[in-house]
C-alpha cells in the first residue's frame, strides 16, 4: 500500500504562481510513475502531468511552459511548480502513483486562481 498526501494548494490571483507536493508513504520501493491530475467543478477528472522513474515527464498541453513537474531526491516526493496561474486552472488538484498495476490517490488540495 501506498499513502499520498499532497500540500500547497491555495488562493492566488491569475498571473501568480503555487508549488504543490505530495509525498508518498508506505510500500514506495518501487513506484514507476507519480503525477498530478485536476478535477473542476462538474468536469471529469484530467491530466496534468506526470513523471517516471527515469525522470521522464508529460504534460497537458494546456499546462505545457507553465507548469513543472519534478521528483525530490529521495523519489518519494513529487513537485508541481505552477507559473502564470489561469482562472480556468482552479480545480481540485490530486496526487497519483503507479506501482506496477496498482493505481493510488492522494486526498486532493484545492487550487483557486481567482481573476
Known amino acids: 500500500q501506498v499513502q499520498l498526501v499532497e500540500s500547497g494548494g491555495g488562493l492566488v490571483q491569475a498571473g501568480g504562481s503555487l508549488r504543490l507536493s505530495c509525498v508518498a508513504s508506505g510500500s514506495i520501493l518501487i513506484i514507476n510513475v507519480m503525477g498530478w491530475y485536476r478535477q473542476a467543478p462538474g468536469k471529469q477528472r484530467e491530466l496534468v502531468a506526470t513523471?517516471?522513474?527515469?525522470?521522464?515527464?508529460n504534460y497537458d498541453e494546456s499546462v505545457k511552459g507553465r507548469f513543472t513537474i519534478s521528483r525530490g531526491n529521495a523519489k518519494n516526493t513529487v513537485y508541481l511548480q505552477m507559473n502564470s496561474l489561469k482562472p480556468e486552472d482552479t480545480a481540485v488538484y490530486y496526487c497519483?502513483?503507479?506501482?506496477?498495476?496498482?493505481?493510488?490517490w492522494g486526498q486532493g488540495t484545492q487550487v483557486t486562481v481567482s481573476s
Open positions: 513523471i517516471n522513474s527515469g525522470g521522464g515527464t
Open positions: 497519483n502513483a503507479v506501482q506496477m498495476t496498482r493505481v493510488y
